[in-house]
């Protein structure tokens, strides 16, 4: 079954850095998108950064600057590059993806999610 699977998150100081990897696995036919969310407790989650098929990328304002996405379309892995951490960065991430699957009536877009990694930013 196609599935992303999240790693790189933890815990680190502010001012520092963190990779976040999100890759996708099993049978599919293209990504159209990938993009990281984010959510604390009591807020809505958040998309932080986004990355189309053809390499367009935004970001939400908080993180600009700061944070770079990009995507191994070999590897189908999609990275989250974070440096100059803040506290306020402390979220659990998600990493979100549009794929094109196959079934028995033709073809679909199919959006999993990831289960999620924390990163814990404090002194």
């Known amino acids: 079954q196609m599935q992303l699977v999240e790693s790189g998150g933890g815990m680190v100081q502010p001012g520092g850095s963190l990779r976040l990897a999100c890759a996708a696995s099993?049978?599919?036919?293209?990504?159209?998108?990938m993009s990281w969310y984010r959510q604390t407790p009591g807020k809505q989650r958040e998309r932080v950064a986004h990355?189309?098929?053809?390499?367009?990328?935004n970001y939400t304002d908080p993180v600009k600057g700061r944070f770079t996405i990009s995507m191994d379309n070999a590897k189908n892995t999609v990275y989250l590059q974070m440096d100059n951490l803040k506290p306020e960065d402390t979220a659990v991430y998600y990493c979100?993806?549009?794929?094109?699957?196959?079934?028995?009536?033709?073809?679909?877009?199919?959006?999993?999610w990831g289960q999620g990694t924390p990163v814990n930013v404090s002194s």
């Open positions: 990355i189309t098929a053809n390499g367009r990328t």
């Open positions: 979100h993806a549009d794929v094109i699957i196959g079934f028995e009536l033709g073809y679909t877009d199919f959006r999993p």
């Open positions: 099993g049978r599919f036919f293209g990504i159209n998108f």
